[in-house]
């Protein structure tokens, strides 16, 4: 056999493991993305999880719990971008099985500012939902009335605590800031509801201006010598497209909700908060006793969130 010979030979025999090689990668690469499509369904149409940044929900939710959100129930909507960029993509709604409740602690999507018409995307909040459409919602010294009837108020509420507010003092940063409001003494006030009419005038128009323009989708509000117009047209009644909510936290001397930025229209509302999943105290120092370990709440480990 000649040297040629022994080379095709040796070149012949390797043929097998470098196809073995590439078939293997191959698999690799097709499970991988089996894998990553199946994650990015279940995270964008049943469940999410979230970590808790702020101490805005004590004593319900504390600073380093991990949560798990229920989506699929209450009709997920479809990612606003491709996975991994920033390629905004057409978006739609799965069907709702079922509807939001008072006192359903709730993940949704920032609303935006007072006077922005469109929210800011990818950024959520976790908050309590308290007012649903329709309602007539008013706090007086920390007590939320709705209906004129008092509703359960969360444990974090401390009514003797040093944030108290005095009934007489007016808010600037309060929702609206035309109205002499602060977060313990706020409303009464009419939370939108679709196919509801109420009267606009000049006393309540600032309390709804920000929903009539983002139903519109842009500025059309304007008011002029105490009338007011949509589209140049004056009004003095409105009809509401869309259903609204009033969200606060739980912990209300610490909480940025619907007191300072309004309502929260459905179409925002992510899903509900189910279950603590893990939950690490950030605040714990690894030079303690067990260090890591000592950091870790095994108490809330698994625990149901209501």
């Known amino acids: 056999m000649t040297s040629s010979d022994n080379n095709e030979q040796s070149s012949t025999e390797n043929v097998p493991e470098v196809h073995s090689l590439k078939s293997r990668v ?80 709730t993940v949704f999507k920032f609303p935006g500012e007072v006077n922005e018409i469109h929210q800011h995307e990818n950024v959520n909040y976790i908050k309590r939902i308290i007012g649903m459409p329709g309602d007539t919602l008013k706090i007086f010294s920390k007590k939320v009335f709705i209906n004129g009837e008092e509703i359960y108020s969360p444990a974090g509420i ?54 009539i323009n983002r139903e519109f989708g842009r ?6 010598y105490a009338k007011i117009y949509i589209d140049s047209v004056e009004i003095q009644n409105y009809t509401f497209k869309k259903d609204y909510y009033f969200l606060l936290g739980d912990n209300r001397d610490d909480s940025m909700d619907s007191r300072f930025w309004g309502f929260v229209e459905e179409d925002l509302l992510i899903g509900k908060a189910v279950l603590v999943y893990w939950s690490f105290d950030p605040y714990k120092s690894f030079t303690e006793n067990f260090g890591f370990l000592s950091a870790i709440r095994f108490n809330r480990i698994l625990k149901v969130v209501e």
């Open 26 to 105: 191959i698999e690799f690469v097709k499970v991988l993305a089996i894998a990553v499509t199946l994650a990015f369904l279940i995270k964008s149409f049943f469940f999410d999880v979230y970590r808790i940044p702020t101490s805005s929900m004590e004593n319900t939710l504390l600073v380093g719990d991990f949560i798990f959100v229920n989506k699929i129930s209450y009709g997920a909507e479809s990612p606003n971008y491709f996975p991994f960029t920033k390629i905004s993509i057409p978006t739609f709604r799965l069907p709702q099985f079922q509807k939001f409740s008072r006192y359903d602690l």
């Open 158 to 211: 401390n009514y003797s605590s040093s944030k108290f507010f005095h009934e007489n003092y007016a808010d600037p940063k309060i929702f609206p800031s035309t109205k002499n409001w602060n977060p313990d003494y706020y409303g009464p006030v009419v939370i939108p509801q679709k196919g509801l009419s109420i009267k606009i005038d000049i006393n309540n128009i600032d309390i709804y201006k920000d929903v």
């Open 219 to 224: 500025e059309v509000v304007h008011i002029d």
